[in-house]
């Protein structure tokens, strides 16, 4: 089963699973790995999914062993990413973490969800289980939109993150930076004519992001090789791509799975794209809540990790749990 609602839509939606359209798909970082969801998209009866019960009850245990890195770890290893990143000149990778939440006995994920959706609507917001795995989020960075019609793309850099309180310094600008650059060099493969947008504010929930918006018009064939050019962009990876990719496996402790990958759904008038960043692996027995962080050189290891505790809290902090 999958519940979802797109960007500033109230409509909770699923997919029937009664033919072989394509619908959703999920895809990992990697690209190895992909769930789907195939049918007709339809609309669920809000009073029909509030007598629903979705709790751990009905997940897979968690894998044995795992532990998360503490902060003393955390800090230890991003010293040694930023040595990488001063020693190869680069301008920005991407490091993450893994925060292991098991402080429950039952969590009631229909109530979790509908508070992810009420915190964040201008995101993606889902909640699917298909057996095996079980996942959670709301992001609302978009990787491509493409309009079936009028053929035009849409994509955005978005990068740098702070609190909402918080004025942007050097380094969260210098960081977004490189991702603009990287989306204006690939939309140039596919198109003569590109509109970008001044950079702002983008506000997601306690925190904010530098975000740039590009617009431009491709041939629909095209549509599938741009985005595995796109992904993964600087803001999941880094620059360069192959060379932080060898990092990041290198020296985070855990695979990504589908963090970081990205999430496809073909409606009848779009095929859209979206980065699947601030979610969380479900199971009974825990709560795998992923985050990461752009890391330059001037990053500092105890202001990195306050990030990702504050990102952790867009799941986290919406759990209902008993």
Known sequence: MIYFKLPFDDRLQSVDEKNNKNAIHFHSYNGLTQISFNGDIFEIDPVEFNKMFITNEQLINSTPNLIAETKEEYCNTLQQVISVIEENHLPKLVYSRRKIF????????????????QSYPNAFRYLFNDGENAWMGAFSEVLGKFNKSTHEFETMALAGTLPVSEGWSEKEIEEQKPVTTYIQNILKNYSDHIQQSETYDH????????????????????????????????????????????????????????????????????????????????????????VGGGITAQSNPEKEWTETELKSEAILKNLVIS
């Open 102 to 117: 098991t402080d429950f006995s039952t969590i009631d994920y229909k109530e979790s969800f509908k508070n992810l959706c």
């Open 203 to 290: 506000i997601s929930g306690n925190i904010k992001h530098l975000r740039t918006d590009f617009k431009t018009n491709i041939k629909p064939e095209d549509l599938d090789k741009l985005i595995q050019d796109l992904h993964p962009t600087p803001a999941v990876c880094g620059i360069p791509k192959d060379f932080c990719n060898e990092n990041i496996r290198k020296y985070e402790k855990f695979p990504r799975e589908f963090y970081a990958g990205y999430i496809k759904i073909e409606t009848d008038e779009s095929i859209l794209y979206f980065v699947n960043l601030r979610c969380a692996r479900l199971y009974k027995d825990a709560v795998h809540v992923f």
